[in-house]
């Protein structure tokens, strides 16, 4: 038996190698696969970012929005507006308007119903993403004045104690 060494083995036979059509290609494939590829990961980075902010408007704007209504502050001014600076640095490009406007039901003829009680008030977050304005708007109802009516007056209970020993409530049989 020979020994033969690693490098003693001909040139041409058993090497591997890519060929020049080969390499040609798999640069064409790469050419076409990488630009899709990267505007892939761009419209991912686009989504995640107007995701982001939508998310975090729709939580100032909730939480505004419910300050607004437990404090009253809409019936002082029917137009009004702030930023969300107070809440944190990373929320100062957050500002918001709201406006109280009257509510009509749609298909309700005015003259069917009793004066107005309801007010609708709008809450607009608004931010700036990639030098466009962009907002998201909350909506709800808020009694403009107080309920009219015998169903408005507040329920009294001559005898508020209940039971047996009071007499007011019987055994079954």
Not at 134 to 148: D, K
């Amino acid at each position: 038996m020979k020994n033969r060494s690693p490098s003693s083995k001909s040139s041409g036979v058993g090497a591997r190698g890519f060929t020049l059509i080969e390499v040609l290609a798999a640069m064409v494939l790469i050419a076409i696969v990488l630009p899709v590829a990267m505007k892939g990961i761009s419209l991912a980075a686009r989504a995640a970012s107007i995701a982001k902010h939508r998310t975090v408007a729709a939580q100032l704007g909730s939480s505004k929005l419910q300050e607004i209504v437990a404090t009253g502050q809409w019936e002082s001014s029917s137009n009004l507006a702030g930023d969300f600076s107070l809440e944190g640095p990373e929320y100062q490009d957050y500002t918001w308007t709201a406006q109280v406007q009257q509510w009509n039901q749609r298909g309700v003829n005015q003259q069917d119903i009793q004066p107005q009680t309801l007010s609708e008030l709008d809450l607009k977050v608004i931010w700036k993403s990639r030098g466009q304005e962009q907002f998201l708007t909350f909506s709800t109802l808020v009694y403009s004045n107080a309920p009219q009516g015998p169903g408005a007056q507040p329920a009294t209970n001559t005898n508020p104690k209940r039971g047996p020993s009071m007499g007011n409530v019987t055994g079954g049989t």
